[in-house]
């Protein structure tokens, strides 16, 4: 992939999204960005995990911050559960976009919150950071092939990459095995694809589907794959 030629784009629920013109591909659904994100990985991904001291969440695709700002959001509602979130992003989005995304706006954030979301992009990568109590952030500028696996398991992973029409490589099996490899026992894969070939894939790196899982609004399907315990 080359160096991204980005525009800011609408989406139907009125948050904004990247397009990507190389790909000619959005960063998020043209129905709603952040309904999307909230609906796919806060409301079927992390709020559905069994409540423990400390969750751990791998990301697969930083890209705007957007999930990053709706995980340390849904934490501050849980404070008695903390959060410890690795993003991986290889290809960073300009500050001057990041800048110009709506989602304080319509989330109505507090000021913390809105210095959050800039520090999630200003903070330096391969850091962990405490950006609020229970909250912590680390930044990886790299892909997923070249990511190593840590012996801390993940209890979840975000998978936010590209759809497979635009770039197939990265739902290969090889990448799901890694997040296999990167989940405890009984964690979860969630991710807005729902493609035939992707979901062979998912079964044949190790994980386990549920019956079909309707998507976000204008998407039929979602999917969350779970480890087998
Ligand atoms: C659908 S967009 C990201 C959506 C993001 N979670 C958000 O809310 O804005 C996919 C992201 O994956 C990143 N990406 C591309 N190739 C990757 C790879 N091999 N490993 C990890 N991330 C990758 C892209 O640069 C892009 O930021």
Known sequence: MT????????????????YHATLDESYHSHHGALQESQFVYIDQGLARLPPQTTQRVLEVGLGTGLNVLLTARAQQQQPDCAVDMVSLEPYPIPTAFIDQLNYCDLLACNAAERALFRTIHASPWQSPQALTTGFTFTKLNQRLEEWKVPDAPFDIV??????????????????????????????????YCA?????RNLRAAGFELGPRLPGPPGKKEMVRAVKPQ
């Open 195 to 199: 493609q035939g070939a992707f979901k």
């Open 158 to 191: 975000y998978y936010d990459a590209f759809a497979p029409s635009k770039q197939a490589d990265i739902w290969a099996q090889a990448n799901l095995e890694k997040c296999a490899a990167a989940l405890r026992p009984g964690g979860i894969l969630v991710t």
């Open 3 to 18: 160096e991204p030629e980005i525009q800011l784009m609408a989406t139907g629920d009125g948050s904004h999204s990247l």
